[in-house]
């Protein structure tokens, strides 16, 4: 028997094997702990064949319990630490067994591989867990890189805890003020000046913003840096209509120009270094960041202005045309704007009385 768990709205589900969610719900399984290796960072490890639950342990059944208000409580016990912060491949080392990286400590990685990387500040904790339960579902071997935005304390320590990732803390002392996220989120300028800095050290990265959700495996995202050695993806929105005026002067573009040109989503980018446009393109894209005239301008705000998007577009635009012109639409099966997630621990009750839980044949 499977339960479905819906995460968000968009219908994604993950499926939790029965076996697996009776072992959370009794907590009656000991197993031992596994010996720590010299592995740079939190290793999960898969339990040998001979590992057995013994059946006897698991007979508290799915009608036993889906109705009582017992187990209402203890999902808003348990499920925090666990079921709604993760997602549940068969064969993972229970959260207990899996010892946490330290803060800023980095995991071991292929640097020809596909790095993941993402950020989020307190306010979209509850969004940047969902997308990391379906990277962990859909990509378990891909390295993720997190950015601490505005993170607390006891958000970083669940993040090591519950996530394989690596986590980094943006200095945002060491930039402009208008990278400080008191101004329009910083302007967004942080997202293309630690992406270039990731891609100068790791060939293949590839950003997804924290409201994104996977709902597939990232193959065809590879084919496209294999093909174009950039993933860019359009959408429905004219770069005249979103872009302040002083963006246009001061990179040195005329608005005209630019009438029909259609945005490019900043969201969900993946950069390959070893291939000279893509070069250009973040390149390019994070020296004009650092330059508030030219992503923040005093005219700017979320009226007229999508600030790293709009700075991306005419990026690709103005210095890649034939590129940008031959955009294709690419089957990354990536959600976004999943932001209606739970942020915040104080709503987590809302959050389970919304969460559908139906038995799946």
């Known amino acids: 028997m499977k339960l479905t768990e819906t995460i968000d709205y968009e219908n994604q589900t993950c499926l939790l094997d029965q076996t697996e969610e009776n ?25 040998g064949e001979d590992t057995k639950i013994p059946q006897d342990q698991l007979k508290i059944l799915w009608n036993d319990y889906k109705n009582s208000a017992a ?68 990509e378990p071997k891909t390295s993720v890189v997190v950015y601490d935005l505005g993170l607390d304390a006891n958000e ?44 100068k050290t790791h060939r293949k990265v590839m950003w997804l913003d924290a409201g994104d959700v996977l709902t597939k495996n990232l193959d065809d995202v590879r084919k496209a840096l294999k093909k174009n050695g950039v993933m860019i993806t359009q959408v429905d929105k004219l770069v005249s209509k979103w872009t302040a005026d002083k963006t246009f002067i001061n990179l040195g573009l005329n608005r005209s120009n630019f009438e029909t040109t259609r945005m490019v989503r ?22 004009a960041a650092f330059d508030r005239n030219c ?9 007229n202005h999508r600030f790293d998007m709009s700075l991306l577009t005419l ?16 089957n990354h099966g990536i959600t976004v704007h999943n932001d209606n997630i739970t942020q915040s621990k104080s709503r987590f009750k809302d959050f389970l009385k919304n969460t559908e839980l139906t038995k799946k044949a």
Not at 158 to 182: A, D, G, I, Q, R
Request: charge should be positive; proline fraction near 7%; hydrophobic fraction near 35%.
């Open 23 to 47: 072992k959370i719900i009794q907590q009656q399984v000991s197993l031992p702990p596994i010996t720590p290796t010299s592995f740079s960072g939190r290793k999960v490890t898969k339990h």
């Open 71 to 138: 187990w209402r409580k203890l999902q808003e016990k348990l499920l925090w630490k666990d079921y709604v912060e993760r997602c549940t491949p068969e064969k993972l080392v229970p959260l207990k067994y899996a010892p946490p990286i330290k803060a800023e400590q980095l995991r071991e990685r292929d640097k020809n591989s596909l790095l993941l990387l993402t950020g989020a500040s307190s306010n979209h904790y509850m969004c940047l867990r969902q997308l990391l339960r379906s990277i962990q579902k859909h």
């Open 156 to 199: 970083r320590e669940e993040l090591l805890k519950v996530h394989n990732v690596s986590l980094k803390t943006f200095p945002f002392s060491s930039y402009p003020e208008h990278f400080n996220m008191n101004h329009y989120n910083g302007s967004y300028a942080w997202k293309p000046t630690l992406i270039c800095n990731e891609n």
């Open 266 to 287: 900043a969201g969900i980018v993946a950069f390959d270094r070893e291939n000279s446009k893509s070069n250009s393109i973040i390149d390019s894209w994070a020296k």
């Open 295 to 303: 992503i923040s301008p005093d005219d700017a705000s979320l009226l």
């Open 315 to 330: 990026t690709v635009a103005s210095k890649h045309p034939t590129h940008f012109n031959n955009l294709e639409v690419i």
